[in-house]
């Protein structure tokens, strides 16, 4: 019974080897996840002011559409349509969006996903979204610091048309210029007389520079912190992952010594029977 007792031997040296695995690997596990704890806070923080940036630049977005509607109505730029069949010309203009701060997720952020792939994306999606409303105007605090990185993504898109400098109505040219009580000066005062055009270009420009200033921001601060996230959030699901099959493991070592020790099978390990 020499090749029984090795077949036993061997099954139960691995045993303790795993039984000792299913002891740290959840203490190894708690490590981890106390520092993942820590992690959060500055990441949450750092969300938060990542949207704050981005409310600024949506508030500036908001302020382009109003005027895009004005601009729309009768001063709209724009070309003939390049099949000189169809009598219907193009605006001229640019497809604009409103901003909104995601988080990128990985199935590894689920403490309960033992699949064989932390980057896989069917938990959680691909993406959260940390702002709401419908000009992503909300910040949505529950979702801050969610991610193993955070993304700008399209929010809502509009066509910000170009405008002509004039128009015409009945016989006469007038400007395309802003008027007092019309929509746009209704709801950001201070700009009577100034033409769309003008107004537009200023507009793009702020646009602009709050993205870049909000961008710069995002360049410059997340990187460390949410490569560690993620580092952490794969590192833990490794263990996971690695608990999950030693599990397995220690059930195939317990059946394999019980096959063994069942007098019903002891021909098995004769050989030549």
């Known amino acids: 019974m020499t090749i029984r007792n090795d077949i036993i031997g061997k099954a139960t040296d691995e045993l303790e080897t795993v039984d000792r695995q299913v002891i740290q690997l959840p203490e190894l596990i708690a490590g981890i996840q106390v520092n993942l704890d820590d992690l959060i806070v500055p990441a949450t923080n750092f969300d938060r002011r990542v949207c704050e940036l981005t409310q600024a630049v949506n508030v500036k977005v908001k302020e382009l559409e109003v005027l895009t509607t004005l601009i729309s109505v009768s001063c709209g730029k724009t070309i003939p349509h390049p099949d000189p069949d169809v009598n219907s010309p193009l605006p001229v203009g640019t497809l604009f969006q409103f901003d909104v701060v995601q988080g990128f997720r990985n199935d590894s952020e689920d403490p309960n996903y033992s699949g064989p792939n932390p980057f896989s994306t069917n938990v959680f999606g691909a993406t959260t979204n ?27 898109t509009f066509f910000a048309q170009e405008s002509n400098a004039t128009k015409t109505v009945g016989e006469e040219t007038e400007n395309c210029d802003i008027i007092s009580g019309d929509s746009y000066d209704t709801a950001y005062s201070g700009h009577i007389g100034t033409l769309y055009s003008a107004r537009r270009d200023a507009l793009l420009g702020e646009i602009t520079t709050l993205r870049t200033t909000r961008n710069n921001y995002m ?20 263990y996971y992952y690695g608990l999950s099959q030693v599990k397995i493991r220690k059930t195939e070592l317990e059946n394999i010594i019980n096959m063994a020790n069942d007098p019903v099978n002891l021909t098995f390990y004769v050989e030549g029977s």
Do not use: A, C, P, W
């Not at 460390?224 to 794969?234: A, M, R, V």
């Open 219 to 238: 360049n410059e601060t997340v990187g460390e912190l949410k490569k560690e996230i993620k580092f952490k959030y794969t590192q833990r699901h490794s």
């Open 130 to 156: 940390m702002m709401g409303g419908g000009d992503f105007e909300n910040i949505i605090t529950g979702n801050l610091g969610v991610g193993v990185t955070t993304i700008i993504g399209v929010g809502r």
